[in-house]
């Protein structure tokens, strides 16, 4: 794939991205909890008790490993808005993720979409769910969802930040949806690890890094700590993989709660 991006005197807002060729390079990270890692704590079930609470349902705001300290669901994404990156020639996407309302959670708890793809949210579950969207750029939505239906959402539009999906019969059930205007995005696993792949080879490229249970603006790489003003760091990407190796999140920094 082959990305052209504005030069610098085209955008002098944004920060300069002047390669000659792009071409794909990946960016790789591991995220790591500073503190002691603890148990979620089980959601109060109360609605729908006699199916929901058969099911182990965790409060999913943070999740670390107790093995390793690698914390889950951390999104890196490149930054387009002010001061950011500016793509140009992006590939469309039309693709269709699934969000599903299972054992009286949402999986995934993260989506990652780009502008132009659908969001299909299903209900595999013997009781009723809804989801409420409260999109800042698309069409608000708020829907019944019957048992074993579903319904189809169009992403038509890049949001600024991450929207979060509730239901509100059950209002533990939260989850959150990514829409940018590019495909450069990943989230951490179980592990804290992910991978960005396919940026532009020879570029510095600003990136953001959200978790929804704090700001993640000062973490420490090989033992020293970095700022990342308002949760933005800047790579420059080259041929192949980009390592940053183990960024240890502050426990401060994220709570439980």
């Not at 930054?79 to 995934?108: I, M, W």
């Not at 959150?176 to 960005?196: Q, R």
Request: with cysteine; glycine share 8%.
């Amino acid at each position: 794939m082959k990305i052209r991006l504005l030069t610098c005197l085209a955008a002098p807002l944004l920060l300069a991205v002047c390669p000659s060729d792009a071409h794909a390079g990946d960016l790789k990270i591991r995220f790591e909890y500073g503190g002691e890692s603890k148990e979620p704590a089980m959601v109060e079930v109360n609605k729908d008790v006699e199916f929901c609470g058969k099911h182990d349902v965790k409060n999913e705001r943070l999740l670390v490993n107790p093995s390793n300290k690698g914390v889950k669901d951390v999104v890196v994404y490149v930054y387009t808005g002010r001061g950011g990156s500016q793509l140009t020639d992006v590939p469309a996407s039309d693709k269709k993720h699934v969000l599903a309302n299972s054992e009286c959670r949402f999986d995934p708890h993260i989506v990652i979409a780009q502008a132009g793809d659908k969001l299909e949210i299903t209900n595999p579950d013997p009781i009723g769910h809804n989801a409420n969207l409260n999109f800042f750029k698309n069409p608000a939505q708020n829907f019944l969802i019957p048992s074993g239906g579903s319904k189809t959402v169009a992403l038509e539009e890049a949001e600024p930040a991450p929207i979060p999906v509730d239901c509100n019969i059950h209002p533990w059930m939260r989850a959150y949806v990514v829409v940018l205007d590019h495909p450069y995005a990943a989230k951490s696993d179980e592990n804290g690890d992910l991978i960005i792949k396919n940026l532009p080879e020879g570029s510095a490229l600003t990136f953001r890094v959200y978790h929804e249970a704090g700001r993640i603006d000062e973490v420490k790489i090989n033992g020293k700590v970095e700022k990342w003003t308002r949760s933005r760091f800047d790579v420059e990407i080259g041929a192949g993989v980009k390592d940053l190796g183990t960024v240890v999140i502050p426990a401060d920094a994220l709570t439980y709660e």
